[in-house]
């Protein structure tokens, strides 16, 4: 078994010829070497390997067949397991699995089944990088990845790891990032070829479950959950490049995912470097609002009014200027995602992440804390979340900002109990854990409808109030604010329902 550790960067084909250009690969042109490559990558239809975080691969160099089999993990997107064997032909040798991560999988029904999924047709050109504390291979790939009837153009940059510390690695990844429009991707060529195959390539990505280390401290289990909140940020840019609302949204949950788990883990992270990150983080996330906030006005106000008054004085007017600010919202986004400032904070926090300076505190209480349990960091966390939640007790004795803070607090305490679900197991904790979540789900839904309505009144205002607006439209706007302020009242009750459940739910980490 050897250990692989690489980070990739994606970018356009077009973008290669000025990679080529770049001063450092100019001095190293020389020691450059090139090869073509094709990988069939294999699985059951089942998918049983990608749902075991499992690749199995034969890659043809010429005549040779070398066999890999490589581990993902989802708490460590750098590092991965890697087994690699010469085979004599084009097919699996599962002889090879013995003593690897695949070996468990095997049988006789799994080697009945299992077959070509897709294969990729790579033109690579390898760099290599030394000085006396460290060792990089850069490798350009562009290519294909195809199935039998259909291809899609694959171009990227490898930055391996062969000796030293990654932060040499970060460091040549800025220096191309700087010159070319390139991202870091945290997608191997295997989950592209199964999206492309299962034609998700730019759908909106959900959140995964997160599965903790075993025996993770605080500092594992951090890393882990933010790992996983940057791959649901990252795996959204596609979908916000096409101007999909619901890849905007699903950016947005990221965002707010990883900065919630910033705050969970807050007193691990004072120093500057992750201050800074927290800002650029908040920045992303308020560039999306104006395009979510007009989605959500759009899906449950706009569209349900048309239907009913389509032919109101002034309606299609109004109708049609929303349907342009969502659409100049959404283009915003997309440029937005396509700025060098956002391919930055992509490649930052990822390098924050590994190499950062929280990972070695200077002082003692944060190296002590740094160091528990998780079982125990969590616990203590839910707990003190827990209490600025239930201390509240009327919402409607509320105004908008204490309500605010308060949905805050309920997400808050949602997103720790999705981080830390796993590590309580017994049948009355997952009890709990269910019935928690459940009712902060309701009661978030809550105090979010309230906040929406008093973001569409304030926009419909606006509108209404515009010297350009006629009567005709200035009274089809207040139409609409009149029918979003009536559901103030059953916004309120069913937060307050929410709320009064909540408060007699044993919390399941006790």
Excluded at 60 to 68: A, E, G, L
Excluded at 319 to 341: C, F, G, N, P, Y
């Amino acid at each position: 078994m050897a250990k692989e550790c690489e980070l990739k960067l994606a970018l356009a084909p077009s973008a290669v010829s000025a990679l080529a250009k770049l001063p450092f690969l100019q001095s190293l042109k020389a020691y450059s070497k090139r090869t073509r490559e094709v990988s069939v990558y294999f699985d059951t239809d089942q998918r049983t390997l990608q749902k075991s975080g499992l690749i199995l691969r034969v890659r043809r160099i010429r005549k040779r067949y070398i066999q890999t089999i490589k581990a993902t993990r989802n708490s460590d997107p750098i590092e991965r397991d890697e087994w690699e064997n010469e085979i004599a032909a084009g097919t699996p040798d599962l002889t090879y699995a013995s003593g690897t991560l695949l070996e468990p999988v095997v049988s006789k029904k799994f080697q009945k089944q299992l077959a070509p999924v897709f294969e990729t047709r790579i033109s690579r050109t390898l760099y290599s990088f030394a000085d006396e504390s460290s060792e990089v291979a850069l490798t350009i790939d562009r290519g294909t990845v195809e199935t039998a009837t259909h291809s899609m153009p694959i171009c990227e940059i490898e930055l391996e790891l062969k000796r030293g510390s990654m932060a040499k690695v970060f460091e040549l990844a800025r220096e191309i990032a700087k010159s070319i429009p390139a991202r870091v991707s945290l997608e191997t060529k295997s989950e592209q070829g199964y999206h492309f195959v299962d034609g998700e390539m730019h759908a909106a990505l959900k959140a995964d479950s997160i599965k903790l280390p075993a025996r993770a401290t605080a500092i594992a289990a951090f890393r882990a959950i933010s790992v996983s909140c940057l791959r649901q940020i990252l795996g959204n840019e596609a979908a916000v490049i096409k101007r999909d609302p619901d890849g905007v949204h699903q950016m947005r949950v990221g965002l707010r995912r990883l900065r919630s788990a910033m705050s969970l883990f807050g007193e691990l992270l004072t120093d500057a470097e992750s201050k800074a990150i927290k800002g650029e983080l908040k920045w992303a996330n308020g560039q999306l609002t104006p395009a979510r906030e007009l989605d959500v006005l759009h899906e449950r106000v706009l569209d349900p009014t048309k239907r009913r008054r389509r032919h109101l004085d002034g309606f299609p007017s109004l109708s049609q200027e929303l349907v342009e600010k969502r659409a100049a919202a959404l283009t915003h986004a997309r440029d937005m995602i396509e700025s060098e400032r956002f391919r930055a904070i992509g490649l930052n926090v990822l390098a924050w992440l590994e190499v950062g300076q929280w990972n070695s505190p200077s002082d003692d209480l944060r190296c002590v804390r740094g160091q528990l349990p998780i079982e125990i960091f969590a616990s203590e966390e839910l707990e003190r979340r827990w209490h600025k939640i239930i201390k509240k007790k009327k919402l409607d004795r509320l105004d908008a900002k204490p309500r605010h803070r308060l949905r805050i607090q309920a997400k808050k305490v949602r997103y720790a109990s999705e981080f830390f679900g796993e590590l309580f197991t017994e049948k009355q904790q997952v009890k709990r854990r269910k019935k928690m979540l459940a009712t902060l789900e309701r009661l978030q839904d809550a105090l979010g409808d309230l906040n929406d309505i008093a973001v569409h009144q304030e926009i419909m205002s606006a509108m209404g109030l515009n010297r350009r607006a006629s009567s005709k439209r200035a009274f089809a706007a207040g139409l609409l604010s009149g029918l979003e302020n009536a559901r103030v009242g059953f916004a309120m009750k069913a937060g307050q329902k929410a709320f009064d459940r909540l408060e007699k739910i044993d919390p399941y980490w006790h």
